[in-house]
Nanobody
Framework: QVLLVESGGGLVQAGGSLRLSCVASGRTFRSYDMGWFRQGPGKEREFVAAISWNGGDTYYEDSVKGRFTISRENAKNTVYLQMNSLKPEDTAVYYC?????????????????WGQGTQVTVSS
């Protein structure tokens, strides 16, 4: 069993920044790619960003490219999502997840463990 705990969400004005963190339990964190997803009000959970096990490769949803940055510190079992130039449409619950499959990083089905989520609200 892997426990993922997100933090760093909150209320911010449009144009502002937030940094989300996700801490994982266990000793195998460094062996897995990790991802961030979000679910806005009345919407499906959607892919935001992902990072390979060693941080060498990153992947982003088109609408966040150039604004969001995913990174990780394997020594701390932590993955981050730096969010800049936030927009009201970024408002959502943000989830981190561990990728266990070998398929596309954008697919929810490729991830086996999920955190409880952290709320991000961007006011206009």
């Amino acid at each position: 069993q892997v426990l993922l705990v997100e933090s760093g969400g909150g209320l911010v004005q449009a144009g502002g920044s937030l940094r989300l963190s996700c801490v994982a339990s266990g000793r195998t964190f460094r062996s897995y790619d990790m991802g961030w997803f979000r679910q806005g009000p009345g919407k499906e959970r959607e892919f935001v960003a992902a990072i390979s096990w060693n941080g060498g490769d990153t992947y982003y949803e088109d609408s966040v490219k150039g604004r969001f940055t995913i990174s990780r510190e394997n020594a701390k079992n932590t993955v981050y999502l730096q969010m800049n130039s936030l927009k009201p449409e970024d408002t959502a619950v943000y989830y981190c997840a561990r990728k266990m499959g070998s398929g596309s990083h954008t697919l929810r089905s490729e991830y086996d463990f999920w955190g409880q989520g952290t709320q991000v609200t961007v006011s206009s």
